[in-house]
């Protein structure tokens, strides 16, 4: 008998779940591997670990950028890594859901289930990034009213206006959460010659940043080490340095909104205007998006609870009507 899992994976984070045991596991995208013998060390949280305390043989990969698999091998020994953490051997037939950006090209997307046939998967069928959010949102997805859902990844984001099972318009971006701390991060180095760990330009955009620079006058004193001779020092940066670092990023996301709406039929986009979008992925928690996308567009605009879970609850909804949704896989796997 079949086992069906669903997975969800993005740029920075991977999630697997099962319709019986739901959500098993959420792991960095990342494999640590012996570049010596070409073997896998650790995936997940363990592979930054092991890279930091291993031999310089010993490198950390990520699979996918932007919301595509950049390195089709490495892809499919992290799902079949992660498939042996949830106890799915070879014999175990397989059948996986992933969710994939809705606007990737043929080429990325078959890569992508490539990598799961590879990694010992007896099917593979991908579900559209922002179908997914909608069906996990519990939004009339089928029905001929309008659906809007924004997903805001780490490495990619969208804007989709969905209804009768179809996305009707849409926009997206190569930029996602990821491009933000790259921002915050070049900041930093320009500003005060310095580099920082990721996780201290996270709590900065966590912090610091406003897409309404509603923390003005707030500031943050962080660990750091100079580029030039690599000593540690304290720095003491603003959230006005923070927000001017990530105001492109800002804009490009509101104006993919704003187009993703304007292309939307009259019909539909009364219905927006009536029922509202919702943002979904860890990158719509920036404080204040939510108020400026509002305003910018005129629509109500809600965050979803949990946003970093919505998509792949609802690869697991999925799950439980395969049968049903038979003509939503095949549009995604187009």
Do not use: W
């Not at 996301?253 to 205007?273: E, F, G, R, Y």
């Amino acid at each position: 008998m079949a086992t069906d899992v669903a997975l969800d994976i993005g740029t920075s984070y991977t999630r697997l779940a099962t319709l019986e045991r739901g959500i098993l596991f959420a792991e960095p995208t990342v494999v640590a591997i012996n570049t010596s013998n070409g073997d896998v060390v650790e995936v997940g949280h363990e592979a930054a670990a092991a890279v930091v305390r291993s031999p310089q043989h010993v490198v950390a990969f990520r699979p996918l950028a932007k919301g595509a698999t950049v390195d089709f091998d490495v892809a499919a020994r992290l799902f079949r890594s992660f498939f042996d953490r949830a106890g799915f051997s070879r014999v175990s037939r397989v059948r996986v859901v992933m969710g994939v950006p809705a606007f990737t090209t043929a080429i990325e997307r078959r890569a992508l289930r490539q990598a799961a046939l590879q990694a010992g998967a007896v099917e593979a069928s991908l579900v559209e990034a922002p179908m997914a959010a909608a069906i996990g949102l519990g939004l009339p997805v089928h029905d001929p009213v309008a659906s809007a859902v924004v997903t805001l990844g780490s490495g990619s984001s969208e804007a989709a206006v969905i209804s009768l099972g179809g996305i009707v318009t849409g926009r997206s971006l190569r930029s996602g959460g990821a491009d933000f701390d790259a921002a915050i991060a070049t900041m930093l180095r320009q500003r005060y010659n310095v580099v920082v760990a990721p996780y201290v330009v996270e709590s900065l955009k966590k912090d610091l940043a406003s897409a309404l620079r509603s923390t003005a006058g707030e500031l943050q004193v962080i660990p750091a080490r100079t580029v030039d001779r690599g000593v540690p020092v304290s720095v003491e940066t603003t959230a006005n340095e923070v927000n001017t670092a990530v105001a492109d990023l800002v804009g490009a996301t509101v104006k993919m909104v704003q187009d993703a709406l304007s292309d939307a039929p009259p019909d539909l986009a009364q219905d927006v205007l009536t029922q509202g979008l919702t943002l979904v992925g860890g990158h719509a928690r920036l404080r204040d998006l939510p108020e400026l996308l509002s305003r910018e567009t005129g629509v109500d605009v809600h965050l979803a609870a949990e946003p970093e879970l919505v998509v792949i609850r609802g690869l697991v909804r999925c799950l439980s009507e395969m049968s049903s949704l038979h003509a939503l896989f095949r549009d995604a796997d187009r």
